[in-house]
């Protein structure tokens, strides 16, 4: 079936610095990507929408500036948390469809990320 | 605006069956998704419904009626391992997936 890596699984870094998350399809070209969001007890937050190739779309509310995310290739897209403070801590996850507008989302293992 | 409503917590007892119910009010549906998640870890993908009717997939069945906005999963033979959150999700006339807030099920041995 179709695999989403998500690297790293987990994080911890300190006040101000910047910190990277991949989401890579292993197995088929995701034309699409999603990252999301997730606080305790709480469901999905979609952050941003990532095409491949083109600027990511990001919801109301997401700092565009603070979250990076590139989606260079059919297989990788990355979000980069810049200058993160202890309130970005959050358990970030990556999902990616394959071919077709109804197909399920695939999602990469998580990000657990935590700012001293 | 749009709205999934699922229940929040859920109880049974191993062995046993569960429905897990969601009603939906969207701007136009392209097919109703469940996921299952583990406390700490990310969703995974269980079924797929864009036609009225059940499907069935080993202990676990999703049946969809769209014209009354409802869908409900149905566990069967209930594990210790099926303790989890259950995600229903709606993709909507323009395809974006709006998400449920999830619905905890506590298996009791």
């Known amino acids: 079936g179709a695999v989403v890596s998500q690297h790293p699984s987990w994080v911890i870094c300190k006040s101000g610095t910047s910190v990277k998350i991949e989401c890579r399809s292993l197995?088929?070209?995701?034309?699409?990507m999603f990252w999301y969001r997730q606080f305790p007890k709480q469901s999905l937050m979609l952050m941003a929408t990532s095409n491949e190739g083109s600027k990511a779309t990001y919801e109301q509310g997401v700092e565009k500036d603070k979250f990076l995310i590139n989606h260079a290739s059919l297989t990788l897209s990355t979000l980069t948390v810049t200058s993160a403070h202890p309130e970005d801590s959050s358990f970030y996850i990556c999902?990616?469809?394959?071919?077709?507008?109804?197909?399920?989302?695939?999602f990469g293992n998580g990000t657990r990320l935590t700012v001293t | 605006g749009q709205n999934i409503d699922q229940p929040t917590e859920m109880t049974a007892t191993e062995g046993a069956i569960v429905q897990i119910n969601c009603t939906y009010q969207?701007?136009?549906?392209?097919?109703l998704f469940w996921y299952q998640q583990h406390a700490g870890e990310a969703p995974t993908f269980l079924s797929y419904?864009?036609l009225d009717g059940l499907e069935e997939k080993g202990r676990f069945s999703s049946f969809l009626s769209r014209s009354k906005g409802y869908s409900y999963l149905l566990l069967k033979e209930l594990q210790m391992k099926d303790s989890a959150s259950y995600l229903c999700?709606?993709?909507?006339?323009?395809?974006?997936?709006?998400w449920g807030a999830g619905t905890k099920l506590i298996i009791k041995p």
């Open positions: 999700a709606v993709t909507d006339s323009n395809y974006q997936l709006i």
């Open positions: 419904n864009v």
């Open positions: 999902s990616a469809t394959g071919q077709g507008e109804s197909s399920p989302l695939h």
């Open positions: 969207t701007s136009g549906f392209n097919g």
């Open positions: 197995d088929f070209q995701a034309t699409t």
